[in-house]
């Protein structure tokens, strides 16, 4: 396993496979904006799910997490290889003091095995836990609510349909965290109050204000407002925000519904009412 700078740690990064070319500027502005810096051990496979970054602490790992949408979870990496074999002996030389305080008796532990391009069955998951028996674990294992997780993930190629018949990487390591991939569904336009034709994806809108390094009483005022899709994402992350458009209409939600089976708007369709249902709404004195 190649050996990270000093001072770093390795973690690997589980990235979503959708909006693959805004992952890197993504998780390069995030990093710098938490006060860490994009470095990585090996040549990054940018469409790949699976990055190893080099990172100063845990807790910019966790920082990251915290906005990034382009990512779904974090791992502390313990080993990593092409071949079990290669996996296994990695994980050997991984330093046993780094491994030691997750692995106490009085700790519970599960192991979670996540094949990407692959359904791997039930016998064959617990084949790749039982190869990780010479791991020093003194503590049990509890499914529901263990005090560590760690995971053992399977590479088996990008393209969907067509998976490699062995892995092309393997990796194990202690979960850290989970990005904010939820915020997609939960701010999906779908269900908000005020649309427009061209009202922004959430996803794409998360993305921008992190690209932006959008960050707590920042301002940040949109030119090209429209239903207010950046607003909203800027303001989440705790910006005052505000926008212009050069349609009347758009800004002061006038005019023809944007929505099926609705010929106008609402009195109340409008870019604050879109910031009210959020819980994002503040006027200011």
Known sequence: MALAKTGYGQYLLLLAQQNVEFRLPEIKS????????????QELRLKSP??????????????????????????????????VEELHSSLKNYPVEKM???LQSNFTYKIIVHAFNKTLTQAEKIQRIDSLQFLPFKGRVDLNNPDHTFWFLEDHGIYL???TEQPIGLYFGRWVANGQRDLIESYSVKKR?????????SGLAFIMANHGKVKPNNIVFDPFVGTGGLLIASAHFGAYVCGTDIDY?????????SRKNQ?????????RANLRQYGLEKILP
Do not use: Q
Not at 51 to 67: G, N
């Open 249 to 257: 209409n758009i800004v002061h939600g006038l005019g023809k519904a």
């Open 30 to 41: 995030l990093l710098s904006l938490c006060d860490g810096r994009f470095s990585n051990s």
């Open 161 to 163: 349909g067509n998976s």
């Open 193 to 201: 109050h005020f649309i427009g034709n061209t009202s922004m994806h």
């Open 100 to 102: 030691a305080p997750y």
């Open 50 to 83: 699976f990055w190893i970054l080099d990172l100063p602490s845990e807790e910019v790992a966790r920082r990251l997490m915290k906005r990034t949408v382009c990512a779904k979870s974090i791992f502390e990496l313990w080993g990593h290889g092409k071949s």
């Open 263 to 271: 010929k106008w708007r609402g009195p109340d369709e409008n870019i």
